[in-house]
């Protein structure tokens, strides 16, 4: 992804506050909002919607500065119910049921998906670890999950995974979940990443796809 809304390895917003006894929620809605989007994944089965990492990613950069992480989960929940005819607009601004609206109905998972969990299948590996790589300079419309600030630079694969489904979505936000790749640890010195405002030591490792990398 690109823009404001991949924030790692970003900075000018000031320190970090560490809050001691944080809790989960500091809002009661936040954890309302929570339990929404566990409530509503299966009316969203079997309908083609956006992933809703792409419909974050979606949100106009000024309006995702502006918002809190709840409140862009909420928009998101919200968004892909209006995608999937779920809920109608006037429902989502009043927060009450329309009696002349259809009464939606759960549908069955479409087709078979090879899921987001390590799979047992038999894929040939193009690195191993101590080869090393360069991240690729990808940038499509839709999501993918290589961090902007990794693009181009040199880097080490330190583990293999194994074998996972790609989770990259198309322009339309649409998760194909049908390309299975290997998954590995790539450690990039933090020189590499920001010259020498990175300490001599510091390193950072970050989980790629094979499809991010190339042959350094």
Do not use: C
């Not at 500091?26 to 992933?51: C, F, I, M, Q, S």
């Not at 961090?147 to 989770?167: C, I, N, S």
């Amino acid at each position: 992804m690109n823009g404001i809304h991949d924030m790692g390895g970003m900075d000018g917003f000031g320190p970090i506050v560490r809050e001691d006894g944080e809790p989960v929620f500091h809002h009661r809605w936040e954890g309302r909002v929570y339990a929404l989007t566990r409530l509503v994944k299966p009316w969203l089965r079997g309908r083609e919607l956006p992933g809703f990492r792409f419909v974050l990613e979606s949100i106009p950069p000024a309006d995702y500065l502006r918002m809190s992480y709840y409140e862009r989960w909420f928009h998101m929940v919200a968004t892909r119910l209006r995608a999937g005819g779920l809920v109608t607009g006037t429902e989502v601004e009043s927060g009450r049921a329309d009696p002349r609206s259809p009464q939606p109905e759960l549908l069955p998972a479409a087709g078979d998906s090879l899921g987001f969990g390590l799979l047992e299948m038999d894929v040939p590996a193009r690195f191993t670890p101590g080869d090393g790589v360069r991240a690729r300079n990808l940038n499509p419309r839709g999501h993918n999950r290589l961090p902007r600030y990794v693009k181009g630079r040199l880097g080490t694969v330190v583990e293999d995974y194994g074998v996972y489904a790609l989770q990259d979505s198309d322009e339309s936000g649409q998760l194909p979940l049908d390309d299975p790749q290997h998954v590995y640890s790539v450690r990039f010195e933090g020189r590499e990443l920001w010259g020498d405002r990175s300490g001599a030591r510091d390193a950072v490792y970050v989980d790629l796809w094979e499809e991010y990398l190339e042959p350094a």
